[in-house]
């Protein structure tokens, strides 16, 4: 997978990859959570690439900014689709969910990994960050 | 017998009230439940209050006196006025005191909660990239929600109708026009399935209640109003909250029906005596959940009690008969004493045009908030 830019964040997904991964983490008790933190004990774990829908909404206005980091108006906001893709065995990992229409979007429809630019940084990078798509 | 009484009750009307602080809307209510008891600021033997954004409560003795009661400032969230509560029911039963102050009130900024992801635990980027909105989680949660139990935007529609219905007829509330079924339907979609007139606004008010031992409120009143129980619960492992990157695979149960269990065994009654009920509406799938996550209907049984009408003032089990966080807005510290007053009012039979018109002798009111906790109280007349 060729792709300009960087990731938004550090230990969210494996990168730079032709197959990347969410990195979770296992804690000392052995409970697994996404993302992983890095806290004392926390081991990373690569998670599966691919999962079903738990739930979904879409967010239909501009965020506060800060803490959102898009820089866009009120009126250039375009309403983004989120959602809980649970990855068998493992977690429900909170998500972006892209090429699809909020219409298309059924609980329980298999859904996998994907990287895909967010935003963009004051130098004109891509920033990249991990969403769901549905699987065709 | 129980053991602690609600002897005096207090509101300053919610909403927006730019020339009052929040701590001078807590103060306006303190003396408005201090002149339904019938007793002074220099009776008052304690006190416990909270806000979130409205500043300390017991900077308020600056204006109501400085008798050098015990005041005690209490921060839980969502559970603050229930936590205070809670607080002034134990500080009674124990025979410390025999009469004592709980008051609640808040002033938030317009729009929704900002939220610094850090103050959650959370990275950056979670805020960054969009997700630390109360509002997605609501969203999801009834989602999931009504997919699994055939619940429908009808009901949704019908708890929002409800509210404001109840609403018009508070002279207190915030949102004092009865907004009709096809204006709430066509409202504009904020999170899916949700729309505009389905959430609650963050906004101002204050609630003050005097609490009294047995031995008191005999002097106080011939009317008192009984706490059969109050109990704050936090959650259980795997429940879905709010501000979760991840979540258990395996499902768990969250503080609200860990918290009703616990408050229905304290008075020694279920759900089926209850005589009417406010449910947390923080927007109408809330409402739609937290009537079975608190025992009064099975999951799903929404949908046919909201179409007969059930939880209206004139159904069997009414449900936010003030017109719950809908109508009202919410201000944290102040919401679940909200809940209390307005059950008090219903108890005593004075709740005006809005009262039931059945006969009320007990009444249940919720909470729940973030991170995942929960305040119940059962009260009786």
């Not at chain 1, 599966?48 to 250039?76: C, D, I, N």
Request: aromatic share 8%; glycine share 12%; hydrophobic share 40%.
């Amino acid at each position: 997978m060729a792709m300009e830019g960087k990731p938004l964040a550090d230990n969210v997904f494996t990168w730079p990859s032709d197959d990347p991964a969410l990195i979770g983490g296992v804690d000392a008790r052995g409970r697994l959570r996404f993302p992983f933190m890095g806290r004392p004990g926390e081991q990373p774990v690569e998670l599966a690439r691919a999962g079903v829908l738990w739930s979904w909404t879409v967010q239909r206005f501009l965020p506060k900014q800060p803490p959102y980091l898009g820089r866009e108006t009120k009126a250039e906001f375009q309403p983004f689709a989120l959602g809980y893709v649970e990855l068998p065995g493992q977690v429900r990992v909170e998500t972006r969910l892209v090429d699809c229409e909020p219409a298309d979007l059924r609980i329980g429809m298999p859904m996998r990994l994907t990287i895909r630019p967010l935003f963009r940084d004051e130098q004109g990078q891509d920033l990249l960050m991990y969403a769901f798509q549905p699987v065709a | 017998m129980s053991d602690v009484a609600i002897v005096g009750i207090g509101i300053h009307p919610f909403g927006r009230t730019p020339d009052r602080t929040g701590l001078e809307q807590g103060a306006f209510a303190v003396r408005q439940a201090l002149g339904d008891a019938g007793i002074t600021w220099g009776d008052v033997q304690f006190a416990y209050g909270g806000s979130q954004d409205g500043g300390n409560a017991d900077t308020m003795v600056e204006e109501l006196g400085l008798t050098g009661l015990q005041f005690i400032n209490v921060a839980n969230g969502c559970a603050t006025g229930g936590s205070a509560l809670i607080s002034a029911y134990g500080a009674i039963r124990s025979g410390q005191y025999d009469l004592g102050l709980v008051v609640g009130f808040d002033k938030h900024e317009q729009g929704s909660f900002r939220v610094r992801p850090a103050d959650w635990g959370l990275p950056e980027w979670y805020g960054e990239v969009g997700f630390a909105l109360t509002t997605q989680f609501f969203a999801m949660k009834i989602q999931r929600y009504m997919a699994l139990h055939g619940i429908t935007d009808d009901a949704l529609i019908r708890v929002a109708e409800k509210a404001f219905t109840n609403g018009a007829l508070n002279p207190t509330a915030w949102r004092r026009r009865a907004l009709s079924y096809a204006e709430i339907a066509q409202s504009t979609m904020i999170s899916d399935p949700l729309r505009q007139y389905m959430f609650c606004s963050p906004g101002e008010g204050a609630v003050a209640l005097i609490l009294a031992s047995p031995k008191k409120a005999a002097q106080l009143t011939r009317h008192p109003v009984w706490l059969k129980a109050a109990a704050m619960r936090t959650r259980g492992a795997g429940s879905f909250e709010v501000f979760s990157p991840s979540l258990s695979v395996e499902d768990g149960e969250g503080a609200t029906p860990i918290a009703a269990r616990g408050a229905f065994a304290m008075a020694g009654i279920g759900p089926e005596d209850i005589d009417i009920a406010q449910l947390q509406d923080t927007e109408s799938g809330a409402e739609i959940m937290h009537m079975a996550e608190n025992g009064f209907c099975r999951d799903g049984e929404q949908e046919k009690w909201l179409r007969e009408g059930w939880t209206r003032l004139d159904g069997r089990l009414p449900v936010n008969t003030d017109g719950g966080c809908l109508a009202n807005g919410e201000p944290i510290g102040a919401s679940g004493l909200r809940q209390v007053y307005e059950t008090v009012l219903q108890l005593r039979g004075d709740a005006g045009v809005r009262q039931v018109p059945k006969r009320v002798r007990t009444g249940y009111t919720h909470v729940y908030g973030a991170p995942g906790v929960s305040a119940v109280t059962i009260l009786a007349r």
